[in-house]
């Protein structure tokens, strides 16, 4: 049998997705297929294939300055919206201290995802293009050095920009969270993953990229704005709270559904198995380095799922009943405290009578009635004790005292 899948069978096969053992199979039959033409003079081979190939990369001085002053720009625009519409507004609305520094940054990143995958999302959907539906022939087509169309060329442009932008942005401008160092990695990563489909000619699976990430960003940062402002003015604000919750069941589900289902069934099988065995040539570029990217973004995805799952358990376990971020600090030191108010149960209060505390035991209280308290009860009434005798042995002696210049 051929290995090398024909178009007509590449249609036939996009018309329903693998299923995840199938996917593996096939990844594992293209990464054998490329290993197997290893002898072969025209296959892109490592290393010396590898740098020898970037002959093929396409981008030009114009193109690296627009990214850069792109990059500049929403840092700038960041600082400006945050000081003169989105601080202000927080304190409008008489956040907490905190959370008035929090709100900002969610809020930017909201908004800028919307607009970022909202252009994305219309590449993708406008009908022009069908990659996505047909994620097995984005190969068919394929020559270095081809022109990418204008659109495409702009998506990329805002993606880059924004990405070098937020790596500074995660060292300078963002909360410092539990997986910041996993973020800047993350940025990095896609910095590199981004630059080299645009310059190797590989947009297609770039935009897919793209597309299948970034609308769970809109969806978390959008819960976040709301959990910020459920408190506002000392007053609980039910509505912020079931949009948090609503927000945050929708943020779950297109995570399972965009990056766990279709970013691997669509993304990675493409290019671990039609890149060698639909393509028109067997002979394409970056292979190993292309793959070894796009599992390691994957990896990412399983790692931040781990945080979603995590908060479900807690609240299923009753450890949660509200819906926060856990990767910040504040958060969990507030989840921990919250579980030892839990482990070591109620404290109730009786004015001018017994004030019970089952934990400290009994302890006595002459202003306000007796008190329980089982760890320091001892120690108080030894105190008690003291205090009884030494009053004692101060009157006897006192009255010695008296008694002797009497005498005298």
């Known amino acids: 049998m051929d290995l090398v899948m024909d178009t007509a069978h590449a249609e036939l096969y996009n018309n329903s997705l693998p299923s995840y053992w199938g996917f593996l199979q096939d990844c594992y039959a ?8 290893w002898d072969s003079p025209n296959v892109f081979l490592w290393p010396l294939g590898f740098f020898n190939v970037f ?24 600082y400006i919206v945050t000081w003169h519409i989105f601080t202000p507004f927080a304190e409008k609305m008489e956040l907490s201290e905190l959370n008035t520094k929090k709100f900002p ?56 920009s924004f990405y070098i932008h937020s790596l500074y942005a995660t060292m300078y401008m963002d909360r410092w969270r539990k997986d910041s160092v996993v ?33 769970t960003d809109i969806c978390l940062e959008f819960t976040k704005c709301n959990v910020y402002m459920k408190n506002r003015g ?7 709270d079931k949009l948090s919750t609503g927000g945050f069941l929708f943020f779950a589900g297109t995570w399972a559904l965009f990056r766990l289902y279709w970013y691997p069934l669509k993304c990675l099988h493409t290019v ?23 599992w390691i973004l ?16 807690k609240v299923v376990r009753g450890d949660m009943t509200e819906v926060e971020d856990v990767r910040e600090h504040e958060v969990e030191e507030k989840w921990k405290d919250q579980k030892v108010e839990i482990k070591n149960g109620p404290q109730t209060t009786i004015n001018n009578g017994p004030k019970m505390d089952t934990k400290n035991g009994p302890q006595m209280d002459t202003n306000n009635g007796p ?34 210049t009497a005498d005298t």
């Open 234 to 240: 000392g007053k609980f604000r039910p509505i912020h």
């Open 371 to 404: 008190q329980t308290k089982t760890r320091n009860g001892a120690h108080n009434v030894v105190l008690q004790k003291r205090e009884t005798s030494q009053t004692k042995v101060y009157h006897l002696r006192s009255t010695r005292q008296r008694t002797r």
């Open 183 to 215: 973020m800047m990695f993350h940025h990095f990563l896609t910095l590199s993953l981004e630059g080299f489909a645009y310059t190797v000619r590989y947009y297609k699976i770039g935009i897919l990229v793209v597309f299948t990430h970034d609308v």
């Open 55 to 78: 002959r093929i990369l396409t981008v030009t001085k114009e193109e690296v300055g627009l990214v850069l002053v792109l990059a500049v720009f929403w840092t700038l625009l960041r």
């Open 272 to 294: 671990g198995y039609a890149m060698i065995l639909v393509a028109p040539t067997t002979h394409m570029p970056f292979y190993i380095f292309c793959n070894v990217q796009l």
């Open 30 to 37: 293209g990464a054998t297929e490329h290993f197997r033409q």
């Open 298 to 313: 994957l990896g990412l995805d399983v790692y931040w799922f781990m945080f979603i799952v995590n908060f479900l358990i």
């Open 105 to 160: 940054e969610s809020a930017w990143k909201c908004v800028f995802y919307i607009f970022s995958w909202g252009s994305c999302a219309y590449v993708v959907c406008c009908g022009k293009f069908d990659f996505f539906e047909k994620p097995l022939l984005i190969w068919k087509d394929w020559v270095p050095f081809m022109d990418i169309p204008v659109e495409i060329r702009v998506v990329f442009a805002i993606q880059f």
